[in-house]
């Protein structure tokens, strides 16, 4: 079976506070995040298929979920469903995480032509 293109190994990227709080503070930094990259998700990961199981115990050390979703998918309402069921089969909680969606590719006519119809849809899926 021939899969989407993915990475194998999630990527972190640390931000030592936040630029803004540095200036003001006069140097004194706060308190850093972490951003976790995860690649896409394979139906199924819940159950191990692929390397699920591994990103999947990184997304359950998140406080918060952002979804980058393909506006060029067939789906991205759908891409957007399944992710979410495979993190509440994963684990319940997940679900009761803040998310945001961001929608990219939208520079392509045949997407940036869908975006309000786009935007509807998951603002209804995620409300």
């Known amino acids: 079976v021939d899969y989407p293109f993915t990475t194998l190994v999630p990527n972190l990227g640390v931000c030592d506070g936040d630029p803004l709080d540095y200036a003001s503070t006069g140097g004194v930094r706060g308190k850093g995040i972490v951003i976790s990259d995860i ?3 394979l139906e199924g990961a819940h159950r191990g298929l692929g390397l699920g199981l591994a990103f ?4 359950e050390r998140c406080r918060i979920i952002i979804h980058v979703v393909d506006g060029s998918s067939l789906d991205p309402v759908g891409d957007l469903v399944a992710i979410n069921q ?3 089969l994963f684990n319940p909680i997940l679900a009761s995480k803040p998310q945001v ?3 990219n590719k939208i520079d392509l006519p045949h997407v940036r032509d869908k975006v309000p119809d786009l935007k509807a849809s998951l603002l209804t899926h995620m409300g």
């Open 101 to 103: 969606v961001a929608l």
């Open 56 to 59: 999947l115990r990184h997304i």
């Open 39 to 41: 690649p896409g998700l």
């Open 86 to 88: 495979e993190l509440v």
